[in-house]
């Protein structure tokens, strides 16, 4: 089986604060996405990177950058951490069009 | 118009209903369809996929697409509490992006009652 593992199940961070939300997975795909939800709006997609080094920005990447120096691992960086950044925070490997690999979910709260 | 819409619900059916999920999409580019199924606190997981259109059954569950209305449905019989969740639809294969990029609806909330 596929594991998608974020470092944290929940977050509470300042205002401004620098944060940083981890995403490992196992399988050694190279498609990898970072997705936020929120009730009403649904998953809309923050950043994604098809391979190490490389990223591309999804439909709401202000406020966001991202990190990939291994192919494993996919860093999404909140430069300097808003209200309106809390938000369930959702990663993905995606090895085939049909099918997205979720981790568990980083719920943050800014506060 | 969004790409992708799907009426958030909530849907509150009785044990043993059959349940009608559907999506509309305005991206004619499309050819992956896919139902996942996300439970309170955790991350969707894949359910069924449909590659253009057509139907597709597993056990309870069936996937239909119907590419010239641009209109998903996902049928759910003999529903159990189980089912209980968040079934989002979502698609890729859009023209001038990756096919691995998918674009989600906002997701009904079903509620089976016992």
Request: proline share 4%; charged share 25%.
């Amino acid at each position: 089986d596929v594991k998608v593992t974020q470092s944290s199940r929940y977050l509470v961070k300042r205002t401004g604060e620098k944060v940083f939300l981890e995403c490992v997975q196992d399988m050694d795909h190279e498609n990898m996405f970072w997705y936020r939800q929120d009730p009403g709006l649904g998953l809309r997609l923050i950043y994604f990177s098809y391979d190490v080094k490389m990223k591309e920005k999804g439909d709401i990447p202000e406020g966001y950058s991202v990190s990939r120096e291994k192919k494993e691992r996919f860093s999404l960086i909140l430069e300097s951490a808003s209200t309106n950044q809390t938000s369930m925070y959702l990663c993905a490997t995606v090895p085939l069009e049909t099918e997205a690999f979720f981790g568990q979910g980083t719920r943050l709260t800014v506060v | 118009q969004k790409e992708v819409e799907q009426d958030p619900g909530p849907l509150s059916v009785p044990e043993g209903a059959i349940v009608s999920l559907n999506c509309t999409y305005s991206n004619s580019a499309f050819q992956y369809f896919m139902w996942y199924r996300q439970y309170s606190r955790k991350g969707p997981e894949l359910l069924m996929y449909t590659y253009s259109s057509g139907n597709k059954e597993d056990g309870r569950f069936t996937a239909q697409v119907d590419k010239s209305s641009k209109y998903i449905s996902l049928f759910i019989r003999d529903s159990q509490p189980s089912d209980s969740a968040t079934y989002l639809c979502a698609m890729s294969g859009n023209s001038g992006g990756s096919n691995y990029k998918l674009t989600f609806g906002k997701g009904t909330l079903l509620t089976v009652n016992p």
